[in-house]
């Protein structure tokens, strides 16, 4: 009986992922500093670089598949088309991905012209992958490099005036990405992120007559508004606050750990911001360079 429970006590074990760590240093985009934003080669970089989680932005296409991209549409700062020509900024916003099947979305390169805002951006023909091709490339990784396990930081790209133009509305959109992440990722390894409150809304309250699990929530803020007003607007408390890191104060971060929520900022790019946040407290970062935060 003893040798039996040892059995099942490990494992019981074998199955566990470590705690979230005390500083969760996020990947923004992969590591769009490095490498062509949202790819799957920008993911893998970042693992590289000893990223806790990777953050990334999903939307929808027209045959209702998660795709990682941050705009709905193919943007001209770095997009090819398939004849082999640049994207224009006249046409780029035509390009509505929720108007197109993945297989066309796909022919696009998202790489190969890199970004002019960030040099250091390595040039490569890429494109934009399903959100389910991401978790799975990661996820082999990891195993064949033994890497510890990480989490996974989605934002889901929504406006309300966008609604069934290029996006659906949130609880369809909501439940097209539980529908990949429960196959693919334990809850424990996810958070959800937006700036359209009514994404964090409606899966709340999914989760809490449990039709979706219990996953990290974190509110996306760009506005001059209080925390206090942000989070009376939201209805509930987040996991995390995820504000513009100019947004934050010393003060703000202690009135929100008082609520015992966790504040990650984005994105935050120069070592000395990084410190400066750090000793104010913040429980992470979100950055274009992972490499810039070497041993933060």
């Given at each position: 009986?003893?040798?039996?429970?040892v059995?099942?006590?490990?494992?019981a074990?074998a199955f566990?992922?470590p705690?979230?760590p005390?500083f969760?240093l996020?990947?923004?985009?992969?590591c769009?500093?490095?490498?062509?934003e949202?790819?799957?080669?920008?993911?893998?970089?970042?693992?590289?670089l000893?990223?806790?989680?990777?953050?990334?932005?999903?939307?929808?296409s027209?045959?209702?598949?998660?795709?990682?991209?941050h705009?709905?549409?193919f943007?001209?700062a770095?997009?090819?088309?398939p004849?082999?020509?640049?994207v224009?900024k006249?046409?780029?916003?035509?390009?509505?991905?929720?108007?197109m099947n993945?297989a066309?979305?796909?022919?696009?390169d998202?790489?190969?012209?890199?970004?002019?805002a960030?040099?250091?951006?390595?040039?490569?023909?890429?494109?934009?992958?399903l959100?389910?091709?991401v978790?799975?490339?990661?996820?082999?990784?990891r195993k064949v490099?033994n890497?510890?396990a990480?989490s996974?930081?989605?934002?889901?790209?929504?406006?309300?005036s966008?609604?069934d133009?290029?996006?659906?509305?949130?609880?369809?959109?909501?439940?097209?990405?539980?529908?990949?992440?429960?196959?693919q990722?334990?809850?424990?390894r996810?958070?959800?992120q937006?700036?359209?409150f009514?994404?964090?809304?409606?899966?709340q309250?999914?989760?809490?007559?449990?039709?979706?699990?219990?996953?990290?929530?974190?509110a996306l803020?760009?506005?001059?508004?209080?925390?206090e007003?942000?989070?009376?607007?939201?209805?509930?408390?987040?996991?995390?606050?995820?504000?513009?890191?100019?947004?934050?104060s010393q003060?703000?971060?202690?009135r929100?750990?008082?609520?015992?929520?966790?504040?990650?900022?984005?994105?935050?790019?120069?070592?000395?911001?990084?410190?400066?946040?750090k000793?104010?407290?913040v429980d992470?970062l979100?950055t274009?360079?992972?490499?810039?935060?070497?041993?933060?």
């Open positions: 009986m003893r040798f039996i429970l059995l099942f006590c490990m494992a074990t566990v992922d705690a979230p005390a969760d996020q990947g923004h985009r992969g769009r500093g490095l490498m062509p949202n790819t799957v080669p920008a993911f893998l970089k970042a693992l590289d000893g990223v806790t989680t990777l953050e990334m932005d999903v939307v929808i027209k045959d209702r598949q998660v795709v990682v991209s705009e709905p549409y943007n001209a770095f997009s090819i088309k004849d082999g020509t640049p224009s006249s046409e780029q916003k035509s390009l509505i991905l929720y108007q993945y066309d979305i796909k022919r696009y998202v790489g190969s012209n890199g970004n002019s960030y040099p250091e951006q390595q040039k490569l023909n890429t494109y934009k992958p959100l389910s091709e978790i799975e490339r990661a996820e082999a990784y490099n890497g510890p990480f996974y930081n989605i934002e889901l790209k929504s406006e309300s966008e609604y133009t290029s996006q659906p509305r949130p609880a369809a959109f909501c439940d097209l990405v539980q529908t990949i992440l429960k196959k990722l334990p809850a424990d996810v958070t959800i937006s700036f359209d009514a994404i964090l809304k409606h899966w309250q999914q989760a809490a007559v449990g039709i979706y699990p219990r996953v990290r929530l974190a803020v760009e506005n001059l508004r209080s925390p007003k942000n989070l009376e607007e939201l209805g509930f408390k987040p996991d995390i606050y995820s504000p513009y890191y100019r947004l934050l003060d703000k971060i202690a929100l750990h008082e609520q015992k929520i966790k504040v990650i900022p984005w994105t935050v790019n120069q070592r000395d911001d990084m410190e400066r946040l000793a104010w407290g992470g979100i274009d360079y992972p490499d810039r935060a070497k041993g933060l």
